[in-house]
């Protein structure tokens, strides 16, 4: 069974960093692609970031370019999200999702990919 644990969140000044991490069960990186999405209050969910279980490329929203970035340890079978220049508007509760790794931007998946496996949502809250 797959199972995604996300955890990291917290409260942070505007400015500051946080590193979420997406703890992996139940199934390996190798064919599957990792993807983290927030969504904040009265807002719909939207894609931050995806990384390639099979070849490492990744991708990111034009919101969090320069700022976010996505990686993979796969002796721990974990996914990162480190969050610098942290915003006000990067508050959220934010989720990691695992699908195929397919990457098809055109048909219309949010990130490229299709996701189909879940985590629960850990909060960031930043302070201006």
């Known amino acids: 069974e797959v199972q995604l644990q996300a955890s990291g969140g917290g409260l942070v000044q505007a400015g500051g960093s946080l590193r979420l991490s997406c703890a992996a069960s139940?199934?390996?990186?190798?064919?599957?692609?990792i993807g983290w999405f927030r969504q904040a209050p009265g807002k719909e969910r939207e894609g931050v970031s995806s990384i390639s279980g099979t070849d490492g490329s990744t991708g990111y929203a034009d919101s969090v370019k320069g700022r976010f970035t996505i990686s993979i340890n796969y002796a721990k079978n974990t996914v990162y999200l480190q969050m610098n220049s942290l915003k006000p508007e990067d508050t959220a509760v934010y989720y990691c999702?695992?699908?195929?790794?397919?990457?098809?931007?055109?048909?219309?998946?949010?990130?490229?990919?299709?996701?189909?496996?879940w985590g629960q949502g850990t909060l960031v809250t930043v302070s201006s």
């Open positions: 139940g199934f390996t990186f190798d064919d599957y692609a």
């Open positions: 999702a695992a699908g195929p790794d397919i990457f098809i931007p055109s048909a219309g998946y949010a990130l490229g990919y299709m996701w189909d496996s």
